[in-house]
Nanobody
Framework: VQLQASGGGLVQAGGSLRLSCEVS????????MGWFRQAPGKEREFVAT????????WYGDSMKGRVTISRDNVKNTVYLQMNTLKPEDTAVYYC?????WGPGISERASYHYWGKGTQVTVSS
């Protein structure tokens, strides 16, 4: 499975970005898909995840209310719409695929495949 994230860039505080992650190599619709982020000097942090059927999207506390995760199983792509961005949202954002959905779905260890990440920089 290969994941390619895109859509990052430089945005002013209060702005929006939509990240995309295209998946190839396996049947995309079988996987739960998630987004994580990692700021310099910090641990990789859970942002959002969504089941294969788009039910039960789940968000981490850091961006809850400002992000929406969605997926298109025809295009093999998962999206992360981010609004009202803050300078502290500056990080590399990673998409990831999990074979199973369960209580640990917000943990890095639940994800079997990772993309290389896309940089998001929010200026004040």
């Amino acid at each position: 499975v290969q994941l390619q994230a895109s859509g990052g860039g430089l945005v002013q505080a209060g702005g929006s970005l939509r990240l995309s992650c295209e998946v190839s190599g396996r049947i995309f619709s079988e996987y739960a898909m998630g987004w994580f982020r990692q700021a310099p000097g910090k641990e990789r942090e859970f942002v959002a995840t969504i089941t294969w059927s788009s039910r039960s999207p789940w968000y981490g506390d850091s961006m809850k209310g400002r992000v929406t995760i969605s997926r298109d199983n025809v295009k093999n792509t998962v999206y992360l719409q981010m609004n009202t961005l803050k300078p502290e949202d500056t990080a590399v954002y990673y998409c990831a695929a999990a074979r199973d959905w369960g209580p640990g779905i917000s943990e890095r260890a639940s994800y079997h495949y990772w993309g290389k990440g896309t940089q998001v920089t929010v200026s004040s």
